[in-house]
């Protein structure tokens, strides 16, 4: 039967992520099958609606374009990092996995598709990793253990940019508290010279832990954070002093802990000794992404950080698991970008974007990526993912 309200478009996930070596071909095989051979259909609005860029809106002080448009290969674009005044450089969970090198005039190209370890989030290791100086270090997901979930991320890889090949360091271990290693959502270097430097570290949202990740290749967690008290923990900077750790954590809803609450998120502020400040750098947050640090050719902003903040994580939004049921839950535009001043006040520079995520600056220039509504881990099926330039006036 076909139905009339569906684009006859059935995207079956033939190039999802492989499998780990199993003692029985045909055990793989049937893996693989149950993992990729799923027919979805998408309502002809929907995909109409994941493949345009989104009424978003600036502050006045603000321009705004759009440099990659949906459609345009990127599934994905979750981080963002700068490689030279024209260039950077994004990861993509979508598919196989890719890293992509994007310019600023919206060229799109792959150095990477891992195909296993699909990376998602990434930085680029400093001198003090040796010869792996130059080396992506990325955090990605391991099997598909099942459809999607906080378990799945918890991969550590280092991918050469030369050939594209990735290898595994780790898988991220349990914390102090026997608690499983995993649900990796945030990766950054920490800078060199300071107490933070020589080590990479990733936060986690299923055990709320900060791990340190080392040039000989150990993993192990820093410090477990109390989600009572300070939340769960997302996107990471560091302080231009390269003293202090910017970190950005959720709060918990009340009535159901697996979702977050909205303007409850916070910035905090942490030692390299693992003490946080209980006087939070910056409130009313919702889903607090990775950070930027204007440099001083961003004006009267250098030294400010900017951030995304995803609101609602619409996964798997406006796709339809069995045919003619409809979308779990409608897409929504309520991303924004925000700016924080030295003193802590968070201003809204950018709205009504999906699932905004990577952000990154090159001199004047604020890139955000944005996952948009297409983006649950084995279900991607259209390359709705978008990048968006943002300067002040």
């Known amino acids: 039967m076909v139905y009339p309200k569906l684009l006859p478009v059935f995207l079956a996930l033939a190039s999802a992520v492989a499998l780990q070596p199993t003692t029985s071909a045909r055990a793989e095989e049937k893996r693989t099958a149950e993992w990729t051979d799923m027919s979805y259909a998408v309502t002809r609005a929907d995909y109409e609606k994941l493949f345009s860029v989104p009424p978003f809106r600036t502050s006045e002080a603000f321009d705004a374009r759009v440099i990659v448009r949906p459609g345009n290969k990127m599934f994905d674009p979750f981080d963002l990092h700068v490689i030279d005044g024209k260039t950077l450089l994004a990861s993509d969970d979508g598919k196989a996995g890719y890293i992509w090198r994007v310019s600023l005039s919206g060229e799109v190209e792959a150095i990477s598709s891992p195909k296993r370890y699909a990376p998602y989030t990434f930085d680029i290791a400093p001198p003090s990793f040796g010869e792996f100086q130059g080396q992506i270090y990325a955090a990605g997901f ?45 990766a950054r270097f920490g800078p060199e010279g300071g107490p933070w430097g020589g080590r990479m570290w990733i936060t986690t949202a299923s055990n709320h832990t900060i791990y340190q990740i080392t040039p000989d290749g150990r993993c192990a967690p ?49 030692s390299a000794d693992g003490g946080i400040d209980d006087t939070p750098f910056a409130t009313g947050l919702h889903e607090p992404g990775p950070m930027a640090i204007a440099p001083p050719e961003f004006g009267r902003y250098a030294g400010d950080i900017f951030l995304t903040d995803a609101g609602d994580w619409d996964n798997d939004v406006g796709i339809m698991q069995t045919p003619n049921i409809g979308p779990n839950i409608p897409v929504t535009d309520d991303g924004k970008v925000y700016h924080i001043g030295r003193d802590g006040k968070a201003e809204v520079i950018a709205s009504g974007l999906r699932n905004p995520v990577g952000i ?20 991607q099926k259209i390359p709705d993912g978008f990048v968006v330039a943002i300067t002040p006036r």
């Open 222 to 270: 820093f410090k477990t954070i109390d989600i009572t008290r300070y939340g769960s923990p997302r996107g990471i900077a560091f302080t231009p002093d390269g003293k202090t750790m910017l970190l950005g954590a959720t709060r918990p809803d009340a009535r159901n802990r697996a979702e977050t609450a909205e303007g409850g998120a916070k910035i905090w502020r942490m």
């Open 142 to 186: 391991n099997e598909p253990e099942r459809a999607g979930g906080w378990d799945l991320p918890n991969a550590v890889t280092r991918i050469d940019p030369a050939t594209g090949k990735d290898t595994l360091i780790c898988y991220l271990p349990d914390n102090a508290h026997g608690e499983p290693g995993a649900g990796a959502f945030f």
């Open 360 to 379: 990154a600056l090159i001199g004047s220039t604020l890139l955000i990526g944005d996952i948009n509504g297409d983006f649950h881990i084995g279900f």
